[in-house]
């Protein structure tokens, strides 16, 4: 290895793109699963939503640290193979689907923060669980509550896509599948 190799080395901010992702996306799915889950099981209806919503207020700031990180540090990855992307044919769409990916994720996220606020400032509605309204929710409640159901899913499929782009741009800089994609740029008959 020679001496300007660790230079040329991404480590760091591909640590925070693979971190923050992978935060984003279990925390999202385990809220979805297992934080929702469990306050359904909260014997008292009008204490189910304070209890996720608790659970949720707590998640947001590791939540906002993880997407900050991610951010960071897939906008420093981009930087740096600035030339693959231009150079080596295939590198460029996935950057785009990944960004496309990234943009759904982080409207899908901000906008249940804005619903699960609405939930929040309703105090103790009875609720059937953190996205099941009931009868006596107030319509309000149950309409933020209907779309997040939604969005609970939505988010941690948009970041696990994600991840999976990831995975593909990993494995297009394989030097065989740089030399390919360089050759395929050059001369697309090949």
Request: no cysteine; net charge positive; charged share 15%.
């Amino acid at each position: 290895m020679g001496k300007n190799d660790s230079k040329n080395r991404n480590t760091l901010v591909r640590a925070l793109n693979d971190l923050g992702l992978a935060a984003w996306f279990g925390g999202s799915l385990m809220g979805a699963i297992g934080l929702n889950g469990a306050a359904a099981q909260v014997d008292e209806p009008g204490e189910r939503a304070k209890v996720a919503n608790a659970g949720w207020a707590s998640w947001t700031p590791a939540n906002l640290a993880a997407i900050g990180a991610y951010v960071v540090g897939s906008l420093a990855l981009t930087g740096a193979n600035r030339g693959r992307l231009a150079g080596q044919q295939g590198v460029g769409k996935v950057a785009v689907a990944k960004t496309v990916l990234t943009a759904g994720a982080l409207a899908a996220t901000a906008y249940s923060r804005v619903l699960g606020q609405t939930v929040m400032d309703a105090g103790t509605p009875e609720v059937s669980g953190a996205t099941e309204p009931t009868a006596g929710t107030p319509t309000e409640v149950a309409d933020a509550q209907r779309k997040l159901k939604l969005l609970q899913w939505a988010v941690p499929a948009l970041t696990g896509a994600t991840v999976v782009l990831d995975s593909k741009m990993g494995e297009q800089q394989r030097p065989t599948d740089v030399a390919r994609g360089v050759v395929r740029r050059l001369n697309p008959a090949a």
